[in-house]
């Protein structure tokens, strides 16, 4: 085996995509800064009872596990931060009251990539609101990852929402088992309407015929009305089109949006309120979020919480081109007699590069180049 070969779907970033992508990064936690949220840091790998919540069979199969040689416990590398900043509000911010808002950016590894064209190590980064249950929380947060593309020019953006209330609503008054329950949720999933019907077809009516339904409540706002029509006037079902609806209100002319009622997450945590942003020449959606209400009652306190997250490797198509500063030369024999100035050239925040074999202005990236004067050190053109 080659040692320079990388594991499949793990890939290098070289430095001028790097600092594309860093710039951008910091860009996106300055947005959020201004927005009112706070940056935290969690570490890469943890107890995997932290990161894991019991059921979540999806991430638990994205997640790496290893044995901890100290406590004998098992670890993982996170396939998702979100669970880590659920903790963090839930027990080392747990002194707040109020609305909590963080944000983050860091690196996630996954078992499987999510797709053909996706890294098994995104690089996440997302904000997330805690404390507030109303739907001026998602609204914020939707308006905050439109900007966030926005803000790196993603063209022509789509927000698509469901609600994933409507099942669980649907799935509960029905009476389904949670065995069933998951069967169903599964090829809702696939929209396999073959495999819906032979899975509702014991169910008693209205819930037969509404989880039938699902798959056909796809479009503009006007399938909300629809729905109303279509679905049994369950509280769950009511409150959840009744959110939808404000979403629609809220958005209305400013991005295209359309409304599935049969989208469901493979995340066990989101909880209602579900959205992705979609762009031409995407196969896949460019961020996502959602809420999550009481993800963080496995930590001792359970709240409100909606947020957002993109990988930032998914936009490296489209980031600024942030083109390299092009230096000054200085020759290592002027070095000794030359390393104040240097200091102080770089201190003023130029690039100053040393030149140890004669190389040319191209390969060295110079234009510039720091020769000894009369009176000191002057900065001269390099050819």
Known sequence: MRNWLLPEYIADILPATARQVESAKAAMLEQFRCAGYELVLPPLIEYVDSLIAEGDTALDLKTFK????????????????????????????????????????????????????????????????????????????IELMLSTLDQVKVPQLRL??????IFRGLATAAGLSPQATRELFAVLQNKDAASIAEQVAGLAEPY?????????????????????????????????LMQLTAIARA???????????SELRGTHYHTGLIFAAYAPGWAVELARGG?????GRR?????????????????????????????????????????????????????????????????????????????????????
Request: glycine letters at 10%; charged letters at 20%.
């Open 66 to 141: 290893l044995d901890d040689q100290l406590s004998g416990h098992q670890l993982g590398l996170r396939a998702d931060i979100t669970p880590q900043v659920a903790r963090i509000d839930a027990h080392l911010l747990g002194h707040r009251t109020g609305v909590t808002r963080l944000c983050y950016a860091g690196s996630v590894v996954h078992t499987r990539p999510n797709g053909l064209m996706s890294s098994r190590q995104p690089m996440q980064v997302g904000a997330e609101l805690y404390g507030y249950a109303g739907i001026e929380a998602d609204i914020e947060i």
């Open 208 to 240: 037969r015929s509404a989880f039938l339904a699902l798959p056909e409540l796809y479009g503009p706002a006007s399938v909300l009305e629809k729905a109303r029509t279509r679905l049994p006037s369950l509280p769950e079902v009511e409150l959840a």
């Open 160 to 165: 698509d929402v469901g609600h994933t209330a």
């Open 291 to 295: 809420r999550y209400d009481n993800v």
């Open 299 to 383: 930590f001792g306190r359970a709240r409100p919480a909606t947020g957002f997250s993109l990988d930032l490797r998914d936009l490296i198509q489209i980031l600024p081109e942030r083109g390299s500063a092009m230096g000054i030369r200085v020759s290592n024999r002027h070095l000794p007699a030359a390393q104040a100035e240097v200091e102080r050239l770089r201190a003023g925040g130029e690039v100053v590069i040393i030149d140890y074999l004669g190389e040319s202005a191209e390969a060295i990236g110079c234009n510039r180049e720091l020769i000894p004067a009369a009176d000191g050190w002057q900065i001269v053109p390099f050819n």
């Open 251 to 261: 958005f209305e002319g400013r991005v295209a949006i359309s409304f599935d009622l």
